[in-house]
Structures are given as C-alpha cells and as structure tokens.
C-alpha cells in the first residue's frame, strides 16, 4: 500500500534530519574541509543523487546547523534585549547562555564547536551575524556604539580579540562535553573567566 501524503513528509524530515545529525558529527570530528557530499551521503545511508535534493552543497548544510543555534540563541538574547541590558552586559549573557547550553546537551555541544571552528578559521568581529537575526545584530551594535562610542564593531581590535579568547574558550568546552559528556559541572560559575574575555571594555572605545 503506497505512503500517504503526511507520510511521505515524515520520511522526507526523518532524512534531512539525518543527514544533518550525520554530518554535524563529520565537520565537528574531521574538520569542514575535510568532508564532503559524498562522505556524509555513505554515512547517512542515502544516495549521491537523493543527497542534493536536500542540500545543493555542504555550505548549504553548514548554513542549516548554524540556524538551528541562531533559533535558540536570538530567543534569549531578545529576553535580554528587553531589560534594555547596555553592551557589554548583554554580551556576558549570550556567552553564559552558550556555555548553560554546552552543558545541557551534547548536540548542541556539537554545534558550539563547529561554529567556533569555522569563526577561528574564517574569523572577523561580525561573523556574530550568523547567530543573531538583524534585529538582535542591530541592538548589539547599537549599545556597543552608546556605551563606548564605536562606530563599527566589526573592525574594533579589541572586541575582535575578546571574540576570539572566548570562542577558543568555548570550542574548548564544547570539544570536554564531546569527548566527556561528564565532565562539565553545570553548577561552576564561569563568570570571573568570561569578564578576563571582555577586560578590554575600557579601551574599545579608542578603537
């Protein structure tokens, strides 16, 4: 008896979803560059041409997991967003809510440490662009500019270097909760590490 309509829908969103599972794990355990279209078709058990009619390429995969965490994250951040928390604060919040979720699922263990991999090797101050939508991108930069008088966040040297402290922090993390689900304790207070990233406040706006 053929599949019903819905049913062929579920099976369809049943394969997608493996794939990406499949290949979340491929780039975050081989590196991006290391895999391809092919690699992520033989582990997800599905054919080379089958492959392409989800994703036209692994950009186009990398681009779904990256998504997947902006869903999350800009959902919290527009909670920040409504207390009116000035820059530097909000900023702390989102890297707290990175590490809670670190520690709350492997998955997104997984998705911390691809983005942070890909943000290391291709790295500009506004690559935060692929996690926030443009309405959280823009009260980002709108309270940097209020509170420290920056004109673009994205060439200030100082936030790029507090940026990049951090994401190699949590890459880090993410790479412990991998390899040791464990590991990570949720009640340690990661805070006093996490303003060492951000100590460079005081002089972003000379930047």
Known sequence: MPRT??????VK???RNRILNISLKLFANLGYENVSMDMIAKKAKCSHGLMYHYFKDKNEIIMAHFD????ILCADAKKAMENNEPGRDFLLNIF?????????SVQFAYYIYLFADRALDNFNADIFKILFDKEVDKYFKDSFKKEYGLVDVSKNKHLAQSFLLYISFI????EDKIKYP????KDYDYTPILLTF??????WKIC
């Open 198 to 203: 951000l100590e460079k406040g005081n002089n």
């Open 182 to 185: 464990k590991v990570l304790s």
């Open 5 to 10: 309509f819905k049913e062929n829908e579920k």
């Open 68 to 71: 997947t965490i902006k869903s």
């Open 96 to 104: 707290k809510l990175n590490i809670e979720y670190i520690n709350r």
């Open 13 to 15: 969103e049943e394969r």
């Open 171 to 174: 890459k880090s993390l993410a």
